[in-house]
């Protein structure tokens, strides 16, 4: 039921429901690429796909190149002889929009696979398969899910993709329990209702984070000055959902001093609950990289990465403000 459910939200023919997000990840890679390729990847990854690619499918023979997607012409380049376009909806944790439509095209000339992590956006703001995408995956841990109770992923695509896919999962034991998928289908019923109001707070929190005394710099795709609005607006004309990215003067111990004095926020190394969230990526979703890889992306040790929930915006904001004064 969750996987025919997910697949008619994200316009697909059919899904795989497995055990975490990570494992509907490495299902999805190898189901697309099942030996070993090159696989062209964002380099504004999740921590722990990257992780994968350099921990578990480089030292069996694939061959990963780490790429800015803002730059098409490179994107286009690195695609000769490629086996896999990598890319995320909305980057982990600095929330960039890349072009999916343009990068779908290009790699649909070429006949190349296209992944999209869709966890951030959730098919309420945005269907990659329809911009050029060969399969979705989904951290159905975080949005779909949406109560901070489950551990869950899902990938959509083509039947014939997904039957690869599935028996994967079954050979490698990563099907998702009953009761997780129950689970997960109930938060699909209030998703619609939650990914909006999602949005507006976090555009709200966004804005009002400009202005505060101690923040360097804020990252939402749709603010003013972000330099992936105009693809953002275009891509995800409804709202950017909850996930924002802050930089703190003074780093880490600023960072440490705002934690110690909030009050509605909590600490939470996941994200995409009905609750305001924040993660250190530092120690959190980026700690399997170096901090010469993590400067290389924009993270540093004063960035926060934010997932706004369903509370009062201006609740979340006051306890921000006062946190960080």
């Given amino acids: 039921m969750l ?4 697949a008619l939200l994200e316009g697909a023919e059919a899904g795989v429901a497995t055990g975490s997000g990570m494992s509907a990840l490495y299902t999805a890679i190898l189901a697309l690429a099942p030996r070993p390729a090159t696989i062209v990847a964002t380099r ?3 921590g722990g796909t ?3 690619l350099r ?7 694939y061959e990963v190149h780490f790429l800015d997607f803002g730059d098409l012409e490179a994107v286009t380049n690195s ?8 890319a995320e909806t909305i980057t982990n944790p600095l929330c960039h929009v890349p072009d999916l439509e343009a990068i779908g095209a290009m790699a649909r000339e070429r006949q190349i696979p296209f992944l999209v992590d869709n966890t951030f956006a959730s098919p309420i703001l945005c269907r990659p398969l329809e911009l050029g995408a ?3 995956m989904h951290s159905a841990t975080k949005y779909l899910g949406g109560h901070s109770d489950l551990v869950a992923g899902v990938i ?3 039947t014939e993709v997904m039957g690869a896919a599935r028996a994967r999962s079954v050979r490698t034991g990563t099907p998702l329990g009953p009761f997780e998928a129950w689970l997960a289908l109930r938060g699909l019923r209030t998703l619609d209702l939650r990914m909006r109001r999602h949005s507006d707070s976090s555009l709200a929190l966004a804005r009002a984070m400009q202005t505060m005394p101690g923040v360097e710099r804020v990252h939402h795709p749709l603010l003013e000055g972000s330099p992936s609005r105009a693809v953002a607006l275009r891509l995800l004309p409804e709202g950017a959902g909850g996930m924002m990215a802050f930089d703190l003067e003074g780093g880490r111990a600023a960072v440490q001093r705002m934690m110690d004095r909030l009050q509605l926020v909590t600490f939470a190394a996941s994200l995409g609950g009905v609750e305001t969230t ?4 530092e120690i959190t979703s980026h700690r399997s990289m170096t901090a010469e890889e993590r400067a290389e992306l924009g993270v540093g040790p004063g960035t926060v990465r934010v997932s706004v929930g369903i509370e009062d915006a201006d609740d979340v904001i006051g306890d921000v403000a006062q946190a960080i004064g």
């Fill in 134 to 136: 060969t399969v979705v």
């Fill in 44 to 46: 504004e990854l999740y």
């Fill in 55 to 61: 921990q578990d499918l480089e030292p069996a023979g």
């Fill in 79 to 86: 695609m000769e002889g490629a086996g896999l376009v990598l």
């Fill in 156 to 158: 959509v695509g083509g």
């Fill in 3 to 6: 996987e025919r459910a997910v």
């Fill in 278 to 281: 924040i993660s250190y990526p």
């Fill in 50 to 52: 990257a992780a994968l």
